[in-house]
């Protein structure tokens, strides 16, 4: 069973203006696909604290993967992408994008999402957007594949060349 790390970006979310309803789709859709959730925080938009738990959760192996919601879009103080950049040692491309390219299914504005993911130590990152409908469409598509990429990641698979 793996274990995910969930973090929040909203500053109002942080403040307790708002309630974050995007934290909990992903905690729901990482239990029903076997997962165990070992945290969740919400915190502002401010790289440094980002960064600072990013690395903590990783360096610590307090979890094997690290889902973040918020903070990938366009406002000025959006800045998830860039903290996960900043941590990671290796980048994982192809997950932002085919979440991209999935949603463009349902909107043309997935072309702005600036999501990011890669890994640090044997930590996964990945960013998802902030709204409950998005996270929920781009984790479904994903989860199964994740999977395959924590175990060659944890070394509890090895890697399977296909004919």
């Known amino acids: 069973m793996y274990r995910v790390a969930i973090i929040t970006s909203s500053d109002a979310g942080y403040r307790k203006e708002r309630e974050d309803a995007s934290g909990p789709v992903i905690r729901e ?4 696909n076997g997962y165990q ?3 969740y925080v919400v915190l502002p938009d401010e790289q440094q604290m980002l960064e600072e738990e990013m690395k903590k959760i990783a360096d610590e192996d307090l979890a094997d993967l ?12 959006d800045c998830m992408p860039e903290a996960t950049l900043a ?8 997950i932002p994008e085919a979440m991209r390219a999935y949603s463009l299914r349902f909107t043309k504005r997935s072309m702005l999402s600036r999501a990011a993911a890669g890994i640090r130590k044997k930590t996964l990152i990945v960013n998802l957007p902030g ?6 469409e781009c ?6 594949e994740l999977d395959h ?3 060659i990641l944890r ?6 060349a296909r004919k």
Do not use: D, H, W
């Not at 990671?88 to 491309?93: D, G």
């Open 149 to 151: 990429g924590l175990g």
């Open 155 to 160: 070394g509890t698979k090895t890697n399977c």
């Open 29 to 32: 859709i990482v239990e029903q």
């Open 37 to 39: 959730a070992v945290s």
């Open 66 to 77: 690290i889902v973040t919601t918020g903070g990938t879009g366009f406002s000025p103080r």
């Open 87 to 94: 941590v990671s040692e290796r980048m994982v491309p192809g």
């Open 131 to 136: 709204s409950p409908k998005a996270v929920r």
């Open 139 to 144: 984790l479904e598509y994903i989860i199964t």
